[in-house]
T-cell receptor
Framework: EAGVVQSPRYKIIEKKQPVAFWCNPI?????LYWYLQNLGQGPELLIRYENEEAVDDSQLPKDRFSAERLKGVDSTLKIQPAELGDSAVYLC???????????FGPGTRLTVL | QKEVEQDPGPLSVPEGAIVSLNCTYS??????FMWYRQYSRKGPELLMYTYSSGNKEDGRFTAQVDKSSKYISLFIRDSQPSDSATYLCASTTSGTYKYIFGTGTRLKVLA
């Protein structure tokens, strides 16, 4: 069974440019998460989806970050405009249900110049 | 103070050694405890998942939770160079299901 798929794996952009990350969760997993991982730190939750609904987006900086999960499967995380401090790894995870264990994708490493 | 504290290391051990990785947490409501392994430039991979206090063993790995002291441990027996990675502990409560991660401990097993 395929794991969580993320693309692109690496992205380099200049500050003030927009960027988008894509995630395809494990088949049948209704819960999807986006995490931010800074260098030398553990992942921090940005947003959690139950099917199409964002049920926890309290840590998402809504002035520049947005996310969507149309049809309750794939998800896209967008940053517009990007800032230097956004350089980090953006991880997507999924679970069968909110109480299920979370399985992570390989992440997208963003560098903002 | 972070809710989950973890020594970042690095921790270097010789091949075959028993490794002890530890975390402390502050939230008494945490009931679920996880250990993830993360290789360089990869996503975290679930190793162990335990509920409440006690021990859980899986092959060379043993997870231990002591809720009275708010202490989480992962033991790796007969460590191998392939165990070299960053080990992340995480905790959550029932109901929120929001994982709180430690910073990760970088482990290097020397051949």
């Amino acid at each position: 069974e395929a794991g969580v798929v993320q693309s692109p794996r690496y992205k380099i952009i200049e500050k003030k440019q927009p960027v988008a990350f894509w995630c395809n969760p494990i088949s049948g997993h209704n819960t999807l998460y986006w995490y931010l991982q800074n260098l030398g730190q553990g992942p921090e939750l940005l947003i959690r989806y139950e099917n199409e609904e964002a049920v926890d987006d309290s840590q998402l900086p809504k002035d520049r970050f947005s996310a969507e999960r149309l049809k309750g499967v794939d998800s896209t995380l967008k940053i517009q405009p990007a800032e230097l401090g956004d350089s980090a790894v953006y991880l997507c995870a999924s679970s069968l249900s909110p109480e299920g264990t979370q399985y992570f994708g390989p992440g997208t490493r963003l560098t903002v110049l | 103070q972070k809710e989950v504290e973890q020594d970042p290391g690095p921790l270097s051990v010789p091949e075959g050694a028993i490794v002890s990785l530890n975390c402390t947490y502050s939230n008494s409501a945490f009931q679920y405890f996880m250990w993830y392994r993360q290789y360089s430039r990869k996503g975290p991979e679930l190793l162990m998942y335990t509920y409440s206090s006690g021990n859980k063993e899986d092959g060379r790995f043993t997870a231990q939770v002591d809720k009275s002291s708010k202490y989480i441990s992962l033991f790796i027996r007969d460590s191998q160079p392939s165990d070299s990675a960053t080990y992340l502990c995480a905790s959550t409560t029932s109901g929120t299901y929001k994982y709180i991660f430690g910073t990760g401990t970088r482990l290097k097993v020397l051949a």
